[in-house]
């Protein structure tokens, strides 16, 4: 069975080399490529065990450093400041107290350096989901000191890989709440519906392709068996068709899948390879990878026209095409002497090259647009990484060569 997996990851991964593709009209145009190094100071945030109920504090307080230190562009801290000393820093005081089923926090955020305060916070929660409070603090202090929408009110989805098979998970972005989804020989591509309220994903058993679909809220699963499905089943934004990358013969095409009527529709058919990536959050542009046999490009079809333009132009070999949650640009990764980041803007053609020293596959947004998640390798080890673009910070989050196809969507 593990060499099973070997061979049918090892294929797709060169899905597309040696292929004769589909002839398409592409737009000529190159883009402007430019290549951006970055030097960015963490903001350093100071925050004390919260005061009030002792035993809560010691939970919820390191959660809050954690997952501010999560977003990276921070550094919290359990010290408190110094007196007298005037820093460019932030001080975070807080208290939490329980009062029959409820959960209160209040907190004040303090500018060190001006001495003043900036903010007061109140939440209350669930004594059964304490860490709610937290995670919408969490967000509020990083909007309030950076200026970027926070990302702690998310969950992860991901495959874990071992002797006995595969299983799916999902979890908060904190690694609270870790929900066992499926356990199957071999589970493919997991992507959660816009809302975040369903997750499809792709099982191969006995030599056949099973698209399952599970709510997550009441566990109810549908199930498609579908001839030939080869690649992540992408959602369109209202949740009533994905769209499915199907092999037939020696040919992949592209098809959208009608989930009320259960029917097929063709969008590109023709001799060779192709591979759906992702869908505009508008539902009118398909982002898509063929080749015409000088390597694998990045290619954009309006859905209404069907017209078809090509992105990439940089390098030879071009994966994994992702729109950006306000579907302003196109992210896509380009492999040449290592992985690079290509950050595309569709309105003005101009492409931003971010080179990390990481090698990465499966990259996905999160809903901010800030962040991305992806399976990558590099000098912390193997695993899946979260990393922010404008910074070019990453963090190995999740450690581990078993953990696959990370999908990312807001948790409420």
Not at 219 to 238: A, E, R, T, V
Not at 250 to 257: A, G, S
Not at 274 to 288: H, K, T, V
Request: proline share 5%.
């Amino acid at each position: 069975m593990r060499q099973f997996c070997k061979i049918l990851i090892l294929l797709l991964s060169l899905f597309f080399l040696n292929s004769n593709f589909l002839y398409c009209k592409s737009n000529s145009q190159t883009p402007t490529i430019t290549v951006e190094s970055t030097a960015f100071s963490k903001i350093i945030i100071r925050i004390p065990d919260f005061k009030g109920d002792l035993l809560l504090s010691s939970k919820l307080t390191p959660l809050l450093r954690k997952l501010l230190n999560y977003h990276l562009i921070v550094l919290a801290l359990k010290n408190p400041p110094l007196p007298g000393f005037k820093t460019k820093e932030f001080y975070l005081k807080g208290t939490v107290t329980q009062y029959k089923k409820s959960i209160y926090l209040k907190a004040e955020l303090w500018d060190i350096l001006k001495n003043q305060q900036i903010k007061p916070f109140n939440f209350f929660g669930d004594y059964k989901h304490p860490e709610a409070p937290v995670y919408l603090l969490c967000n509020r202090i990083i909007k309030e000191i950076s200026g970027y929408q926070g990302i702690a009110t998310t969950k992860i989805a991901f495959v874990k890989r071992s002797m006995n098979g595969d299983t799916l998970y999902v979890m908060d972005f904190s690694k609270l709440h870790l929900k066992k989804i499926k356990t199957a020989d071999l589970i493919l591509f997991p992507k959660f519906s816009p809302s975040g309220r369903k997750i499809a994903y792709i099982i191969y058993k006995n030599g056949k392709y099973i698209l399952e679909i599970t709510d997550l809220y009441i566990g109810h699963i549908q199930k498609f068996f579908i001839n030939g499905l080869s690649s992540s089943p992408i959602w369109y934004p209202d949740e009533k068709a994905l769209i499915l990358t199907l092999s037939e013969g020696k040919n992949v095409n592209i098809y959208k899948f009608d989930l009320l009527t259960h029917n097929l529709y063709p969008l590109i058919q023709g001799k060779g390879i192709c591979q759906a990536g992702s869908i505009s959050p508008d539902g009118r542009y398909l982002a898509f990878v063929y080749d015409k046999g000088l390597g694998p490009q990045i290619y954009l079809m309006n859905l209404e026209t069907k017209k078809i333009f090509r992105v990439s132009f940089e390098g030879k070999y071009n994966t994994s095409p992702r729109f950006s949650p306000k579907g302003d640009y196109l992210l896509y990764l380009s492999q040449s002497s290592g992985t690079r980041l290509i950050l595309y803007n569709i309105k003005h053609n101009k492409a931003k090259i971010l080179d990390l020293p990481l090698s990465l596959e499966d990259p996905v947004f999160s809903y901010t647009g800030d962040y991305i998640l992806a399976r990558g390798k590099g000098k912390e080890g193997t695993g899946i990484y979260i990393i922010h673009l404008d910074s070019q910070l990453y963090y190995l989050y999740l450690p581990g060569k078993n953990f696959l196809f990370p999908d990312w969507s807001k948790l409420w």
